[in-house]
């Protein structure tokens, strides 16, 4: 299969659940809405917002790995599968995380299912680059293990919200805002290392 | 990123937004439908067209700026996914819109929802414009000028409409139907500046 | 505009509209699903099917209308949304017919809402054949002809459906299943027709 | 129609129906989630992911085999349709299954509406191999007929299914699961087929 072909339909599968997200916030039935009666949709309208930014971030992260691999093969293809159903699960947790935000169990959910998206994503970097003949040639070993830890930095942010959840949801849903926060905001540090290792390869 | 694969993703966006902008108009349960059992579907079906030819005001504006785009780096990324999360917030204030018109805070919320949307599309069209090296080289100071005007003039008339909501939804319906027909019926003056612009880029 | 924007914008929405159209297919809530349970679904069933078709043959004729159209206007692109808001509309007559066939109201909204959806199309055709400066050099005025007539005929065929269904709403669903059938059956007239002006064309 | 434009509608309806798969695990309305109160949604659960693997081999098959079509008649355009109308079903007998593993009948349809698929893309292969004009150069005959067999043994695993549903629909549930499993495990068989075969074409 060629690259390309699988850039655009894992781009159709994240533009699709980026944007099937606000299907989970419900005008509530019933005779005329006021700010009073959309106050129960405070938690579906955050974690909609909260969900697209996290969406948003993995469909970055994608890119960035896809733009130093050269070849597909079959494993990296289903890898990449694994990758888009973690991807695609994500609006339930989303929309049982919007049903309460005391619930631990709920937001234990969401932190699970956000560290299984990091982890199919780490598979099939560390997939990609044990094997050099799908990859660009100039990629660094120091590169490599830079995005090792992009991938597991998250998991381990995500992992303590789950943690923390039976004892203060609030702070696990600040983490949950906190890591996505961390690769939007500006960064120097993550910009230099992708920039130098893009530059080392041929096209932008 | 390249600038192809954020046109790709932001058009499957779009397109998905505005597709399922029909899924708020329901089919009343019951026994059988007849033109009468379906007045009270008239507000969504309205707003449903409503809000199709906004979101394709939008859609088409967006390629125009993206059209004098060469480079994307990661703030602008994010200033486009900024841009999208405005686009894919649309169909809930749409689907308020569609449970009463004369609802004063239904119909507030939506104008709030297209401010943002042009306020979205502002920052990235005025981020990019300061940042030389992201632009196409022949693009004159006026036509940026002429587009910050584009972007900002119909948050004037969506701003007047939440102000007269109160007073009168009727007319600030009115105003929402009459500020995208302003970008679709034919406009001397708009058609000139733009097709100008593009003349003096490399590629249309 | 480029003519491969508007094509992959569109292409998108006829993707999304034909596979929402399984979502009008609900599973019948209760204890266990039989092949009993399941008979009223059936109305649901026949429509999504016939409506895939439809919608199959819309999105074909979009393409071979757009293969000799080479600039796309601020007009033209206005009447391909006007097509796409007639394709994302077709969803919610199919959902109504889905609630019974002998409903002659749902049977005549549904046929009106295709009779809209070729008049579109045929608008769109119009306008681009009359600026000779939007199309391929080499389309014939016999060629532009018959492509009036694929656009205008399926219209006589739901026009008479329309009426029909007062009387039997049955004839009119044959109808409705008869018309786009004359598309995708082997058709010597058509093909010639297409295939001869694709020939004096530069691409296929 | 250029062979570039149906990979891409057809790509969009791979990924939308496989990004909708997810909508149908509903939260369950009521209080406060739990992991007790969620046990009624494993059905659903397993089917999202039984199904999302199998739309995903559908989707490579789908690739492999037009890598090897060069050009696209208008048959070959209406059969591609029949093999999406059959893909864009498949979310219905999913949803119908997640009521309940026990239910032979739901059991039953699932497996018939896989066959379906797979009896439609037989007959794709069918006629572009019978049409050398449609096909590259290179393909022998031996690996027609191994692609053959690829899309006609599924059909042997999911008909046994169909018809062990009514003594115990564990085991047709696990056939379900073993036949995909068949085409993502590494499986130097057809891997060396497909390579060949590949090989002989023109362009990866």
């Given amino acids: 299969m060629k690259k390309s072909r699988l850039e655009a339909f894992s781009d159709g599968v994240f533009a699709i659940v980026i944007t099937l997200l606000i299907l989970n916030v419900h005008v509530p039935e019933g005779r005329t809405a006021t700010l009073q009666s959309l106050r129960p ?42 990758v ?22 709920a937001v234990r959910l969401y932190g699970l299912s956000l560290i299984a998206t990091n982890l199919s994503g780490l598979f099939f970097w560390l997939y990609a680059t044990a ?10 070993r120091q590169f490599v293990r830079t995005v090792n830890i992009i991938h597991s930095s ?14 203060s949801t609030k702070a696990s849903l600040i983490l949950y805002a906190a890591v996505p926060l961390f690769f939007i905001l500006p960064n120097p540090l993550l910009e230099r290392s992708i920039s130098t290792a893009t530059r080392n390869t041929s096209e932008e």
């Fill in 41 to 82: 949709l405070v938690p579906s309208l955050i974690t909609f917002m909260l969900s697209f930014i996290i969406v948003g971030v993995y469909w970055v992260a994608h890119h960035h790995m896809l733009h130093f691999v050269t070849q597909v093969n079959r494993r990296l293809l289903w890898l990449n599968l694994l």
């Fill in 84 to 105: 888009l159903l973690s991807v695609v699960f994500i609006p339930f947790p989303t929309s049982l995380l919007g049903t309460g935000f005391n619930n631990p169990f």
């Fill in 131 to 140: 094997h050099p003949e799908l990859m660009e040639a100039n990629v660094s």
């Fill in 154 to 167: 998250p998991m381990l942010g995500y992992g303590l919200a789950v943690v923390l959840a039976g004892w």
